[in-house]
């Protein structure tokens, strides 16, 4: 491992002591952070600019959100596909859930170039392989990968597409590991899907480093990953290798966005879901939005086009 980076110099921008704060997304339009909370069902906005943060109630757990044209929000809930203003609030169902949603729900996902909403779902038992990736192209839902394919995951996450639109990630977290996919953009296909990275799954030893979560892509190429349970922030080369390392001052880090005016600030969620009293006490950070200034740039995320 050929390590050139560490960041220490974390801070907290939002005490929000969120139960699952996951999905940060940062809007240049607004110069606003929006994230979710999906345990405790709420949409959220900070501004970064006067430390305050609004909150919206949803029906079910909101799993992951991208910016959509003309406005607004698209967004993944446990039961389907939602249109969400937050101008006034409205929350406008775009199509229903396309799995059991009693042993499933909406997880990581994003937008790519050609306006397409990626939401992968977790199985809740985490016992095999049953979760897939699915599709939001223009109100209309498909399956992009999963199962079926034998490309099934425990828990979908970490999804992010390179530059050029040709390959996509995924990483499946309680199997430590990332994929990468060969994506194609015109078609919106996955092709063969192959190991970029494994972490290892050491979860009773004192030094466990965590296992991939949410993740993204900066303007250089490389992807950087949530470690849940690592109070770390990983940075891989565009071969897997681990290049560089964020330390959080609390463990259950769940995912990363670039946001600020250059897109160098890189925001990291974290949870308090899972912690005991006695864990909290030790972290009282934990669930709060952190944030760290890089020397690369991220990506302006691409819109859900209707």
């Not at 305050?52 to 596909?81: K, Q, V």
């Not at 985490?126 to 034998?150: F, H, S």
């Amino acid at each position: 491992m050929t390590q050139t980076l560490e960041i220490n110099d974390v801070r907290l921008v939002l005490d929000a002591r969120a139960a699952l704060a996951e999905c940060p997304l940062w809007s240049p339009a607004e110069q606003k952070l929006y994230w979710v909370d999906i345990s405790g069902c709420t949409i959220n906005r900070f501004d970064p600019a006067t430390g305050s943060n609004e909150h919206w109630l949803m029906p079910c757990e909101p799993g992951c959100i991208g910016l959509a044209t003309g406005g607004g929000l698209i967004a993944a809930l446990r039961d389907g596909f939602y249109r969400f203003f937050p101008s006034d609030g409205r929350l406008e169902k775009v199509a229903d859930t396309p799995y059991d949603t009693t042993c499933m729900r909406f997880n990581d996902g994003r937008c790519d170039s050609a306006g397409r909403f990626w939401a992968g779902a977790m199985y809740e038992p985490r016992t095999t392989e049953r979760a897939a990736v699915y599709c939001l192209e223009r109100g209309k839902v498909r399956i992009g990968w999963g199962p079926d394919q034998e490309m099934g995951v425990k828990v979908s996450n970490g999804m992010a597409f390179t530059a050029d639109g040709r390959h996509v990630f995924q990483s499946d977290t309680p199997n430590h590991v990332i994929y990468r996919f060969a994506f194609d953009p015109d078609k919106g296909a996955v092709g063969e899907r192959r190991e970029f990275a494994r972490v290892p799954d050491n979860r009773t030893d004192v030094g466990y480093g965590g296992r991939p979560d949410g993740a993204a892509i900066d303007s250089a190429g490389n992807y950087w990953s949530a470690q849940y349970e690592g109070r770390r922030v990983l940075r891989f080369s565009a071969e897997g290798e681990i290049t560089g390392m964020v330390r959080v001052p609390t463990r259950r880090v769940t995912m990363v966005a670039f946001g600020g005016a250059d897109l160098r600030t890189l925001y990291i969620t974290t949870a308090r879901e899972g912690a005991t009293d006695a864990g909290l006490r030790g972290e009282p950070q934990a669930g709060g939005i952190f944030a760290c200034t890089l020397d690369v740039a991220g990506r302006v995320e691409p819109q859900y086009v209707d």
